[in-house]
């Protein structure tokens, strides 16, 4: 009689733990995300003083989550977002002698976070979840070709760094297996250190064409809209 107890107590246990691979709760979970970064604030003002000159771009990121609790998982998330500058308007500003024109480009930044993401069941497979973040942010300046008439001279993109920090909430859809789709909307503001973008003085003959170019000291502040898949193991 001991032994049949013991066996079913071995085949309950063993139910109850593929139950909870089934839903995911008590494993670890990677994603993967893409989607719209749509800079705010001064990262997106067309001013000289504190202007980014940013508009959206793109960004995909990608993380590891490792449960807690049922209700808790810590994790770490890689950002990558591209945001082109508003070169248009640039050109228009008092930064440049007139005629100047500008090469498109794009403003590149690397957040690395760390996260403690908070998870409600829904039922029908749908979770909430929210997280605080935290992290360090590498961003890189646009790299920019500046010509006037038959002249042209490069701006050099720079990298600054910065503690980043912010917040997301999503909702995530469990899908057959061990698969799921999510969509996540994240907040993220830093403050690195200013941006020098000018060219080198340029002689033609007699003549020198000074450095053309200004500082841009801006907060950047990033919204993303993510769609996902994840995949828990």
């Known amino acids: 009689m001991k032994k049949y107890l013991l066996l079913l107590s071995f085949f309950s246990l063993s139910f109850v733990g593929q139950a909870q691979v089934d839903d995911g709760l008590a494993l670890k979970r990677f994603f993967l995300e893409f989607g719209p970064a749509i800079p705010m604030q001064g990262y997106s003002d067309n001013l000289v003083d504190g202007g980014g000159f940013a508009i959206t771009g793109y960004n995909i990121s990608a993380g590891l989550l490792i449960p807690v609790n049922e209700s808790f998982r810590v994790g770490a998330i890689y950002q990558l977002a591209s945001n082109p500058i508003d070169k248009e308007e640039l050109e228009s500003l008092n930064v440049f002698v ?59 993109s720079e990298t600054g760094m910065g503690f980043v920090y912010g917040g997301q909430v999503g909702v995530r859809k469990g899908l057959v297996g061990r698969h799921g789709v999510r969509f996540t909307a994240r907040y993220l503001t830093a403050k690195p250190e200013p941006f020098n973008l000018h060219t080198p003085a340029v002689n033609v003959g007699s003549i020198t064409i000074p450095s053309q170019g200004f500082e841009i000291d801006t ?9 996902g898949w994840d995949y828990h193991f």
């Open 98 to 156: 007139p005629g100047v024109t500008l090469s498109s480009g794009a403003w590149t930044s690397h957040s690395i976070l760390a996260s403690l993401q908070y998870q409600k069941e829904l039922g029908n497979d749908f979770q909430f979840t929210a997280s605080p973040l935290a992290g360090l942010v590498i961003a890189n300046s646009p790299e920019l070709a500046v010509s006037l008439g038959p002249l042209s001279a490069d701006i050099n």
């Open 219 to 227: 907060r950047f502040t990033l919204m993303t809209l993510n769609l």
